[in-house]
């Protein structure tokens, strides 16, 4: 009789960071959810009984990120249809938000990089990170004002196709960038 094997140093618990264009996004509330989903198109002949064949149609990843920090500075970061303004001494901001198509050339890279602990240090194992190459945020701003809990702003960063990278190489990458062959 074999034993199951396994390495618990393997298995992944924990808060992390988050960052888009190299901007940290500050604290959350709620857990950051990555998410990729492949659709196919199974291939089936009159002649056989079986699959013959299996096609990918569609790939979506989705990092669902829910900002607890939604001061106008971070939210700018992730209101790319809306035009920032801060006032020449520095302390008036403001966001007008309505009828901006933003350019493919404003959406950037999102890192995901896990925290070891409970003091928010940052894994230094690259290995674990996750990397979506262009991503377009579309938050879900919502304001609730009352006395039950913190405003928290859910965004989505959807990943776009990086056409500077190689076929299967395009949408993003789970674990160290550095790495080559």
């Known amino acids: 009789m074999s034993l199951m094997t396994g390495t618990a140093s393997n ?8 960052t888009y264009n190299a901007v940290d996004l500050g604290y959350f509330k709620g857990g950051v959810v990555f998410k990729y989903e492949v659709g ?3 291939i089936e002949a009159d002649q056989s009984s079986m699959i013959i064949d299996s ?3 569609s790939e979506r990843a989705v990092l669902t990120v829910p900002m607890l920090e ?3 500075t971070t939210l700018n970061n992730i209101l790319i249809t809306g035009t920032y303004t801060l006032d ?4 008036k901001k403001k966001i007008e938000v309505g009828g901006k198509q933003p350019a493919s050339s404003a959406f950037y890279q999102v890192v995901v990089t896990p925290i070891s602990d409970g003091s928010g240090t940052l894994d230094t194992d690259a290995n674990k990170k996750i990397t979506i190459y262009k991503a377009v945020p579309k938050p879900q701003l919502g304001k609730k004002y009352d006395r039950a809990g913190e405003k928290v702003v ?3 960063f959807h990943a776009v196709k990086d056409t500077t990278k190689d076929a299967g190489k395009q949408l993003f990458l789970l ?3 550095t790495a080559t062959a």
């Open 40 to 42: 196919w198109l199974d």
């Open 55 to 57: 096609k990918v149609i």
């Open 11 to 18: 298995i992944e618990f924990g808060p992390c960071q988050v």
């Open 154 to 156: 859910p965004v989505e």
């Open 175 to 177: 674990g160290d960038s």
């Open 88 to 91: 020449g001494a520095g302390s």
């Open 70 to 72: 939604t001061d106008l």
